[in-house]
């Protein structure tokens, strides 16, 4: 773990707010589904499904929630995987809450996957994302939401057709890594690296594979700068979309079993 100002703060207690986000993957076809943010948080980034989990709900189930309404796909209970957690956080302030995301994928789901006016979900390349982009990438198309119409490159599925029906007539994109929110260039390769099928992994490194296909993942993000005030939420604050440069990351991977004991710790120095 880095030394950090951090580290030197007194003692304080957190509340969490958990979120869900889940990946789904189409690993035959070697491709991964993201949706683009066409409104409210998160405007115009590219993420997987979710959202807030609500009173009394399941995180699994929010998760299902969430991405049948904004993708169209339903998942079974038993069908979703879960990976792992980011916990992003500001230490800014003792206030706002530690955002908790728990992340899932799933290769096994019902329905296709439908735009919203909310998220526009787009195919990538799964074996072009391994790494994070450049610095400097070229934006890819983005969808043109004034006038409705599609920039042919952006589009893996044509409207009207069945995704699943269809041959990959265009090669798919590697993901825009840096059109998402910024930690994600940290975790998310590693997760799509340790979840490539055996025989696209080099034979060297399968059986560490195998073994990191059994941990969660927790990427806990710690941002020293500013608090924003976002203008959209009436003010209320966000603070986990402003970390600009100045954050600080760590990643641990832990056997399966020790995850639901550490979950839930509020303390953090
Ligand atoms: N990777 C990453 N994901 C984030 C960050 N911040 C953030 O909200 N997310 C994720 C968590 C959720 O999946 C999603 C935000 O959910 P949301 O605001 O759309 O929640 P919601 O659907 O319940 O909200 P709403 O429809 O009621 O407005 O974005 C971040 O900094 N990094």
Do not use: C
């Amino acid at each position: 773990m880095a030394t950090t100002d951090a580290m030197q703060l007194p003692p304080k207690l957190k509340t969490h707010k958990q979120y869900t986000l889940v990946i789904p993957l189409d690993l035959q076809r070697d491709r991964v589904l993201l949706g683009y943010k066409l409104r409210g948080f998160g405007q115009g980034k590219y993420n997987g499904f979710g959202g807030k989990v609500e009173q009394g709900e399941s995180i699994v189930a929010a998760a299902i929630r969430e991405l049948h309404e904004e993708s169209g796909l339903l998942v079974r209970e038993p069908d979703m995987i879960q990976r792992g957690a980011l916990l992003l956080e500001t230490v800014a302030d003792n206030s706002s809450p530690i955002l908790e995301i728990h992340v899932f994928t799933v290769d096994k789901w019902e329905g296709t996957e439908n735009a919203t006016d909310e998220m526009h979900p787009t195919w990538f390349s799964l074996s072009e994302s391994l790494t994070p982009t450049s610095a400097t990438p070229a934006p890819i198309p983005t969808p043109n939401v004034i006038s409705g119409s599609l920039p042919s490159s952006f589009l893996s599925t044509p409207p009207g057709t069945e995704a699943h029906d269809l041959p990959l007539a265009l090669p798919l994109q590697p993901i825009p890594y840096h059109q998402m929110w910024e930690e994600s260039r940290v975790w998310l390769p590693r997760l799509l690296q340790n979840l490539m099928p055996p025989d696209l992994v080099p034979q060297e490194q399968q059986e560490e594979q195998q073994q990191k296909k059994k941990r969660y993942f927790i990427h806990h993000v710690q941002f020293i700068g500013g608090v924003d005030r976002d203008v959209s939420s009436n003010g209320e604050y966000s603070v986990w979309h402003g970390m600009g440069e100045r954050r600080l990351d760590w990643v641990d991977e832990l056997p399966v079993g020790e995850w639901d004991s550490r979950r839930t710790f509020g303390r953090y120095p």
